[in-house]
């Protein structure tokens, strides 16, 4: 059975006609004689939206219970029973009752695909994955009910319901997307302009995003090479020199003028991985963060073939314009072979390509310096070997001179010149070249002892002789050559990828790396030193310029100066070496060492700043918190006192002595309350400066638990207290704990529903005695009961008016100040229990006298 197909009306905020649009849509197709019936549809009340659900078939939906209250889902086996051609389902990103079928909605959404059926749903910006933390930065309210990316992108439709802002507010406004009461609440938070024009904007970009993929599958399913110019795309390339920050810049002016260009920096690494090519880890590390910077992306690309592989790259992209540099090389070179600019403008087909001149365009490519394939002392024993074994070999074949014919004493001095060269390389083996030349010539050419030659066949062997001799050689020395780079290089690959491991591991990234570094290169020392001021022509070497960031080993330098070695990290930053030179072949490590070094400074400070402000952070939203409780909170029991004390001093009403009595209760009910925020606020400012008195002495649970519930007032009547008498008394401060108990019962008449009281237990388990205060409400989920303890949340509240949510943070503070331990669980058959665990008075010896 085929899948069936999927459709998504999406929008960047609620009200923008998701729903509206979809029931059109089904209007329109049922029109046309498809069946389409309605599986779950969410109106809001909004009456154009009801009117277009006349004439469409609505399937009826799911109850579930929960909890001891009834809710409607959508019901999927009655879809599949039905089995329309299309059936609508709205808010795909929606979280089901537990006890649904499955727990997500687009989870329906994918079995009833599965079975064969189209779907049309709905689905707002905020609710998908990759987006939901940028839209809880965007508007500062987090979304708990998201759907994966994936899901959405796999649908064969997706469609945007777009409206301007202004548009948008003007519709809630007129009363068209809330109700009333909630029209201007909604307008100064999360329908503000600004927020609008974010998650439009964001809601667009996602939507592009989707389409470059559509157009990107197209093609590819087409087997369409070209270039389609449906966006400009830049793309730079890099070769890792000091040109690359000149390209980069005009790259970016480049895509500035064409409004929403991506740029995107790319370069071209052997595949071999040997010859660099002039590319320096240092310039490409910094090019790289330059390309982030302006908001570009960088990538890198392996090809033996430069203009080629860059030509792929662009070609894969879709990309439109080609930024390359002159070349490096200089003009005999480029006589010699064209370089990779004219290649590649050769091969570009449709991308045009910009050449960019720059202040190192022909002035050589300043790559590092090749070493020597073999050792100093593989190429003495090389010249030895020559020394030694050519006139012995001159000897023996001068012996058996009647039986052997002049090329067989040529292929004996070849066999000699290969001998040599793999022993000691190119230069023993062209010398063992030419003096076999010499001797071949003298002792065995007709005429003998001259150094003529009679035939000119011979004089052709011997040339051939010398020239495979200096073949064979230059082969050898090059294969040695490339085998040792090689080598050094797989070293090289294996130190960094040891060293990235161990800095991504390490708590102290920056001394592992300088450690592993010293060790590495056998170092004294290595000391990263930051100039804080401007240079100065005179600063280089001045100590009193520089300050050490970060040493290892012995006597640190105080300037880049006093090193062996110095090594620029960038940002002010050197890497200043002692020991011994190091050669300049092991400056690629070198370099890639410093970039390291500078980025995990960075990520230190970085974590040292962030260290810093999350002290600063958690006391302005404790300031900001505690405002909000100020202005509303407290001025509310405020107002009602002072309109009860008004009340009752007007002279214009003649009070009742039970209109005077109730008067009276509500002042003091007001007071109370009060004077309840204003101690729990006084008493968590006093916790968190660590000032406050705690007076613990024995205390009973029954002496403590009555005068807990009279401060409760007439609530307490909805608490059962089962506290068995045997109990063993507990440390702990009474007044505090009374406060304790006071909260944790409140907030749990709070919670529960009507008719189910408070029960609250206790017992002794060894050294401590656990009090139970348990609930019937609707319990709070385990990833959310951290939550619950920190001050001025309040999680769930079905009355967000009636404190300033402090009292379970003041008594899990208040308990632990005791010495106690104050934790949630679930209560069994649903609730919460909160469990307040005090240690046991321990009894002293009985002194004598009371014996």
Known sequence: MARGQLRIYLGAAPGVGKTYAMLSEARRRQDRGTDVVVGYVETHG?????????????????????????????????????????????????????????????????????????????????????????????????????????????????????????????????????????????????????????????????????????????????????????????????????????????????????????????????????????????????????????????????????????????????????????????????????????????????????????????????????????????????????????????????????????????????????????????????????????????????????????????????????????????????????????????????LLSTLAGNVLRGERALDTLLGRMRETFGLTSVTLLERPVPATPDSHGDPADWRIVATVGGRPCTSPGEGDTEIPAGDGLTLAIRGRPLPAGDRRVLEAFAVQAAGALRQQRLEAEAERARPLEAADKMRTALLNAVSHDLRTPLASAKAAVDSLGTSSVDWTPEERAELLDTAAQSLDRLDRLVANLLDMSRLQAGVLGIAAQPIALEEIMPRALDDLGGSGGDVTVRLDPLLPEVTADPALLERVLVNLIANALRHSPPGEPVLITAGAIKDRVELRIADRGPGVPPADRERIFLPFQRLGDRDNHTGVGLGLALARGLTEAMGGELVPEDTPGGGLTMIVALPVHEQGPVPEEAV
């Not at 006890?99 to 079995?111: A, C, F, L, P, Q």
């Not at 390359?324 to 004219?342: M, Y």
């Not at 300043?366 to 070999?393: N, T, W």
């Open 46 to 494: 909004r009456a154009r939206t009801a009117a277009l659900l006349d004439g469409l078939e609505v399937l009826p939906r799911a109850t579930v219970t929960h909890r001891g209250a009834e809710f409607t889902e959508l019901d999927v086996p009655a879809v599949l029973r039905r089995a329309p051609e299309v059936v609508l389902v709205d808010e795909l990103a929606h979280t089901n009752v537990p006890g649904s079928r499955h727990d997500k909605r687009w989870r329906d959404v994918e079995e009833i695909l599965d079975a064969g059926i189209d779907v049309i749903t709905t689905v707002n910006v905020q609710h998908l994955e990759s987006v939901n933390d940028v839209v809880e930065n965007i508007t500062g309210v987090p979304q708990r009910e998201t759907v994966p990316d994936e899901v959405v992108r796999g649908a064969g439709q997706v469609e945007l319901v777009d409206m301007a802002p202004e548009a948008l507010r003007r519709r809630m406004a007129h009363g068209n997307v809330y109700t009333p009461e909630r029209i201007d609440a909604a307008l100064s938070n999360y329908f503000r302009v600004g927020n609008l024009t974010a998650l439009r904007e964001l809601a667009l970009l996602w939507l592009a995003g989707k389409v470059d993929e559509q157009l990107d599958r197209y093609r590819a399913d087409h087997g369409i090479g070209g270039t389609w110019e449906a966006r400009e795309r830049i793309v730079v390339a890099l070769t890792g020199g000091p040109e690359g920050e000149t390209l980069l810049r005009r790259a970016t002016r480049i895509a500035a003028r064409s409004k929403g260009a991506d740029l995107l920096a790319v370069h071209v690494a052997r595949g071999d991985g040997l010859g660099g090519g002039g590319a320096r880890p240092r310039e490409l590390a910094r090019q790289r963060e330059i390309v982030e910077g302006l908001g570009g992306t960088f990538h890198q690309v392996v090809g033996d073939d430069i203009p080629r592989a860059l030509l792929e790259f662009a070609r894969a992209v879709n990309a439109t314009q080609l930024v390359l540099g002159i070349s490096r090389r200089g003009r005999l070179a480029q006589l010699l072979r064209p370089g990779i600019g004219v290649t590649t403008t050769a091969l570009s087909g449709t991308i045009d390509v910009h050449m960019v001149t720059h202040d190192q365009a022909r002035q050589g490519i300043r790559g590092p310096v090749r070493d020597q394939g073999l050792s100093a002392r593989r190429r003495a024993a090389g010249f030895l070997a020559a020394a030694a074994g050519l006139p012995l070999l001159t000897f023996g074949l001068a012996e058996a001179r009647p039986a052997l014919s002049l090329p067989s004493d040529i292929l004996f001095f070849l066999a000699a010149v290969v001998a040599i060269a793999l022993v000691g390389g190119m230069w023993p083996a062209l010398f063992t070249a030419v003096a076999g030349f010499l001797l071949l010539n003298w002792y065995f050419t007709p005429p003998i002892h001259r150094f003529t030659v009679a035939e000119q066949e011979n004089l052709i062997a011997l040339a051939v002789f010398v020239l495979v001799g200096v073949g064979v050689s230059m082969v050898v020395d090059h294969a040695a050559r490339r085998s040792r780079e090689a080598a050094k290089l797989g070293s090289e690959a294996g």
